[in-house]
């Protein structure tokens, strides 16, 4: 009797034991897909994306800019900046240089292979511009045997490539450069997005470019985020959609656009 009392105690104690490692592997498990955020990032940004960032008085501030920030202040983590050129930001999140950026990135299928990104935060496309003076050329499609300018990375550089017969591409690192060569009589025209060549013709380019022809390849800007980390994504997603519902988003919009954000229905 004591035999076989020892015998199902042992029974006992040993399912007690499994029972225990089984909650502890559990546990273990969500501990592991919950793991929290860092307490600092460090994220990139381009050298100038007016208006989304660009250098005043000696800092970077932009649409993008303000975002990241609100964003960070919104998820509870610092934020270290780091400026580099455009093509050189996937690369940088690649190696693990930076944890973030924003630089008015296309979400594109080629890119999602190579990093993560967040929710879309702006829907651009891509514009042609050319001389004020200039009654040629109308759309992309009389761009075909043309020299076009636009910057080095670019999905409009691609775009270039694959879509626009007999085009040369001048592709510059910084977009001024791009703008100064269509206006010096280098290149026929730019190809970039709109966002961009519609500030630089109201501002430095006013009587000097114009945009003609239609919005080409709609495209989503999103905050690019180094390759597997989920739970940053998921942290960047859900403070930007608060944003979004108390209004900051709005307000930031309205500040750098000067207009209210399209409707996302």
Known sequence: MNYRRSFFAGLAITASLAMTAGLSACSSGESEAEAPLEDSYTYATDTSFVPFEFKKDGEYVGFDIDIINAIADEAGFELKQEVTNFDGIIPGLQTGSFDLAVAGISITDERKEAIDFS??????????????????????????????????????AA???????????????????????????????????????????????????????????????????????????????????????????????????????????
């Open 119 to 156: 929710d879309p935060y702006y829907k651009s496309g891509l514009i042609v511009g050319v001389p004020a003076d200039n009654d040629d050329i109308k759309s992309v499609d009389d761009l075909e045997g043309k020299t076009v300018a636009t910057r080095l990375g670019s999905t409009s």
């Open 159 to 265: 775009y270039i490539k694959e879509n626009i017969k007999g085009a040369e591409s001048n592709t510059y690192e910084q977009l001024d450069q791009a703008y100064l060569s269509v206006q010096s009589g280098s290149s026929d025209a730019v190809l970039y997005d709109q966002p961009n060549v519609a500030y630089y013709i109201r501002t430095e380019g006013e009587d000097k470019l114009k945009m003609v022809g239609d919005l080409l390849e709609a495209q989503d800007y999103g905050i690019a985020i180094s390759k597997d980390n989920d739970n940053l994504v998921d942290a960047v997603n859900e403070a930007m959609g608060t944003i979004k519902d108390n209004g900051t988003y709005d307000d930031l919009y309205k500040e750098w656009f000067g207009e209210e954000p399209p409707s996302e229905d």
